[in-house]
């Protein structure tokens, strides 16, 4: 018996699955939070420090439909900081937010810091880019920061190994990783949350593009496995390899990891390549890429690509977008939108960000459905091609 094989017959989930596609390996599930059931595969806006950018908590509701929000750990210990958290009761209590929240563990934040942050085996010493204090997070920190942050799932920390890296590189990196993580669960283990109600923690598998590396990561998280666990996070994808490697790393990964707990693909990423991650059994996503595109005016649609600072939507007197589920596509017009773009006016990527984070949305919606009813490889196939089309 592997030990694939015993994790499976020993451990309980609050996530289950309620329908698969015939076709492919992607599902559908409920993941179950004390702040609300999570119905998966989900997209989860990214609220860096607090705040999904230029959009009210209303309209993630009420229009964009977002179950859960992310918070980003490295960003909101430096700003408002751990006491004022700490005061407020959380940080659902202090952005207003009664959905759950799920946070990173600033991993990616801090070694992305390049020439002003040390690795050591203990942790990561690195400098603030705001006033360049400097400031240590270690595996034991981490939770304990994460715990006065409050946010139902919290993710291990890690190192985010660059997708170029080589072998030896990568293989380094993991055994780090793997040291961090030992040490990680052991705190996160022998701590309670703060604020009267559970949260859960999720391993993040590196091993960048190489399969025997990634295989490893699993068997190891998997060895520290318990109920506390609540998922397992892909991590260090999309960071500069191929797309193909992309796809191939999470072919062998998924797979491996429990089919009783959510797969959680990190900072990925473009309709497709949600599309492809759900193909591939994955069951959660965040990525920054529809409000940092909206700000820059291009907007995501089932039809295509628009970019609305072009001259041709200048006197397009017609909704923004016919098929889009948010108030903002039909009541207001393309000639709007890019009047407020070329005036610079913040308005426009209110609007934008709105109609981004509602596609997508819509798009991890319709993608259940289609499972749901068993058509979702073939519909898949069928408005992929459209997606990134310039409109």
Same mark, same amino acid.
């Given at each position: 018996?592997t030990?694939f094989d015993?994790?499976?017959?020993?451990?309980?989930?609050?996530?289950k699955?309620?329908?698969r596609?015939i076709?492919?390996?992607?599902?559908?599930?409920?993941?179950a939070t004390?702040?609300g059931?999570?119905e998966?595969?989900?997209?989860?806006?990214?609220?860096t420090?607090?705040?999904v950018?230029?959009?009210?908590?209303r309209?993630?509701?009420?229009?964009?439909?977002a179950?859960?929000?992310?918070?980003n750990?490295?960003h909101?210990?430096l700003r408002p900081?751990?006491?004022i958290l700490? +005061?407020a009761g #959380?940080l659902h209590?202090?952005?207003?937010? *009664?959905?759950?929240i799920? %946070?990173?563990?600033?991993?990616?934040q &801090?070694f992305s810091?390049t020439g002003i942050?040390k690795? +050591?085996?203990d #942790?990561?010493?690195?400098?603030?880019h705001? *006033?360049g204090?400097?400031h %240590?997070?270690?595996?034991?920190?981490? &939770?304990d920061i994460q715990?006065?942050?409050?946010a139902?799932?919290i993710m291990?920390?890690?190192?985010?190994?660059?997708? *170029?890296a080589?072998?030896k590189?990568?293989?380094k990196s993991?055994k780090?990783?793997q040291s961090?993580?030992?040490?990680?669960?052991?705190r996160f283990?022998?701590?309670?949350p703060?604020y009267g109600y559970s949260?859960?923690m999720?391993?993040?598998i590196q091993g960048?593009?190489y399969?025997e590396l990634?295989?490893r990561?699993?068997e190891?998280a998997?060895?520290?496995?318990?109920?506390n666990?609540?998922?397992y996070?892909i991590?260090?994808?999309?960071v500069g390899e191929?797309?193909e490697?992309?796809y191939?790393?999470?072919e062998l990964?998924?797979?491996?990891?429990?089919?009783?707990?959510?797969?959680?693909l990190?900072g990925?990423?473009t309709?497709?390549?949600?599309?492809e991650?759900?193909a591939?059994?994955?069951?959660?996503?965040?990525c920054v890429?529809p409000?940092?595109n909206?700000?820059?005016?291009m907007?995501?649609?089932w039809k295509?690509?628009m970019?609305?600072?072009?001259?041709?939507?200048?006197?397009?007197?017609?909704?923004?977008d016919?098929d889009?589920t948010?108030f903002?596509d039909?009541h207001y017009?393309?000639?709007?939108l890019?009047?407020?773009?070329i005036?610079?006016?913040?308005f426009a990527?209110?609007?934008a960000?709105e109609h981004?984070l509602?596609?997508?949305?819509?798009?991890v919606?319709?993608a259940?459905?289609?499972?749901?009813?068993?058509d979702?490889?073939?519909?898949k196939?069928?408005?992929?091609?459209?997606?990134?089309?310039r409109?």
């Open positions: 018996m030990i015993s994790y499976f017959k020993c451990t309980m989930s609050r996530f699955v309620t329908a596609d076709n492919s390996s992607a599902r559908c599930g409920v993941l004390d702040h059931e999570i998966t595969p989900i997209f989860m806006p990214v609220g420090v607090g705040s950018k230029g959009v009210y908590h309209d993630l509701k009420e229009d964009i439909g179950q859960i929000i992310l918070g750990t490295y909101l210990y900081g751990l006491s700490n +005061t #959380g209590k202090f952005i207003g937010w *009664d959905r759950p799920l %946070t990173d563990s600033g991993g990616f &801090v810091l942050r690795l +050591t085996p #942790g990561c010493t690195f400098s603030s705001i *006033d204090s400097r %240590t997070f270690t595996p034991e920190n981490n &939770v715990r006065t942050i409050g139902d799932i291990a920390f890690d190192e985010c190994c660059p997708g *170029d080589d072998f590189y990568a293989e993991l780090l990783t961090w993580l030992e040490r990680y669960a052991k283990d022998e701590t309670e703060l949260q859960t999720f391993p993040i960048c593009v399969p990634r295989k990561a699993v190891h998997l060895s520290l496995d318990s109920d666990r609540g998922g996070a991590g260090g994808l999309a191929p797309t490697k992309m191939e790393m999470l990964t998924a797979p491996l990891l429990p089919e009783n707990k959510p797969r959680y990190m990925v990423g309709p497709a390549n949600i599309f991650g759900i591939r059994g994955v069951d959660m996503f965040d890429m409000t940092r909206a700000r820059n005016g907007l995501f649609t295509g690509m970019n609305m600072r072009n001259k041709k939507w200048a006197e397009d007197f017609g909704p923004i016919p889009g948010s903002v039909t017009t393309r000639a709007y890019r009047h407020l773009f005036a610079g006016e913040m990527a209110m609007i960000s981004n509602a596609f997508y949305l819509d798009l919606r319709q259940r459905k289609h499972i749901q009813a068993g979702f490889t073939a519909w196939d069928s408005v992929m091609p459209g997606l990134m089309t409109l």
